[in-house]
């Protein structure tokens, strides 16, 4: 499970930043048009294209680092539950009496 989640956090995080860059690139590209013809309605489409674009990239690395945050507490979490039950066992093992086989040697 926490390999997973890793793995969508890395792809979360790359795919929200092509589309970012693809969503500001087309408005980089709208810029051109838009200083020959002054618009005020292609100025507000630009500066909407410009904040989206911004707006794509850091809330994909928010979700893909809290991706990356689940999976790495799941994994500290299970190491810790192992550690647990192995020092449950070992103190077990230590307070049972040893019980004398009358066949070993």
Known sequence: MQTLLK???FVT???GIIAGIYVISDAL???ASLK???NPYM???YLIKIVAGGAIILSSIVSGMLYLSFGIVIELLDSLNHRIIMFLDALEKSK????DDDFSY
């Open 7 to 9: 793995i969508l956090g």
């Open 13 to 15: 995080i790359f795919i």
């Open 29 to 31: 590209s709208l810029y």
């Open 36 to 38: 020959g013809a002054p």
């Open 43 to 45: 100025e507000q489409v």
């Open 96 to 99: 049972k009496p040893k019980e």
